[in-house]
């Protein structure tokens, strides 16, 4: 059996319904500010506001007058109950959990005061009548839950203050890692440029131009996979040259160390050496300074 359909209200009850709402918004924001008083400082102002005037609305359209309940009492039921839901939706911790670090927190308030001192989690346990592993991991489950703002003032390892986000560890590359990087962007440019003519208008063309191989082997007038070629063969001297700068242990031998293979890659690592040591500027004595003594 299909349940009668409601009628809908008559326009003057809308009409009403809504005066009514207009009429006990401020209270809205009395339970919303009542509220914002006991939770912690992440929680969002207005959306506590937005779920308090949605459960205002509804509940002014479902008033009935002659109940003999006040609307602002009726209305503040709803509301205080749709900011509830609220908070339990963006918290974090279930409300077993809650409930527990509630217990818990009560037992210790209750022993601090009798004792003249913080109890520990043994004697909290044993006036709880519980494990002591209870009491530590309802700590650590409330401190999981806990939400803190980045821009939250802390005090730092040496006192000094600032915000939580200066404080957490940057994902980016340290100051040290920066250096290293452009010095290794630095040392490829003057390797590329102490590569054979051919062996560089290749690497220029296909990873700095992004030319196609087709076009490559175009104007060299050689074909793609001579270009190829050209291209592994300097790929094997670029790192052969970055390595024996800046990873010496991760070049690799050669097969006849006193071959002309071995002989030619020497000659380029030792030119790449010398331009990337005529690049590096060179310190210069300041005038204004007094000359060391001697002895």
Not at 108 to 119: D, E, K
Not at 151 to 175: C, F, K, M, R
């Amino acid at each position: 059996m299909i349940p009668p359909i409601a009628p809908l209200p008559s326009p003057a009850a809308s009409a009403a319904a809504d005066r009514l709402a207009v009429d006990h918004v401020p209270l809205v924001a009395h339970l919303v500010r009542e509220t914002m008083s006991r939770v912690p400082s992440h929680v969002d102002r207005d959306d506590l506001r937005s779920a308090g005037l949605a459960a205002l609305v509804l509940a002014a359209r479902a008033f009935e007058a002659e109940r003999g309940v006040p609307f602002a009492r009726y209305a503040s039921t709803r509301i205080r109950g749709a900011i509830m839901d609220e908070l339990r939706s963006v918290d974090w911790a279930s409300r077993s959990v809650r409930r527990r670090g509630r217990e818990v927190e009560e037992a210790r308030n209750r022993l601090a005061v009798t004792i003249g001192q913080l109890p520990d989690n043994a004697a909290v346990a044993a006036a709880l009548g519980i494990e002591a592993e209870e009491v530590t991991a309802s700590d650590e489950d409330l401190t999981r839950a806990s939400v803190l703002s980045l821009q939250a003032t802390v005090e730092g390892p040496e006192g000094a203050a600032g915000s939580l986000a200066e404080a957490l560890v940057s994902a980016g590359p340290t100051p040290e890692a920066l250096v290293l990087h452009r010095e290794r962007l630095q040392y490829l440019g003057e390797a590329i440029a102490e590569l054979p003519a051919r062996q560089r208008a290749v690497v220029e063309g296909y990873f700095l131009a992004e030319q196609p191989m087709a076009e490559i082997a175009e104007e060299l007038g050689v074909s793609e996979s001579r270009v190829s070629q050209i291209r592994a063969e300097a790929m094997v001297m670029l790192r052969d040259a970055l390595n024996a700068a800046l990873d010496p242990e991760q070049l690799a031998p050669v097969a006849k160390p006193g071959g002309c293979v071995a002989r030619r890659r020497d000659a380029y690592i030792t030119a790449v050496a010398e331009r990337h040591a005529a690049a590096r500027p060179v310190a210069v004595p300041d005038a204004s300074r007094p000359a060391p003594r001697t002895a």
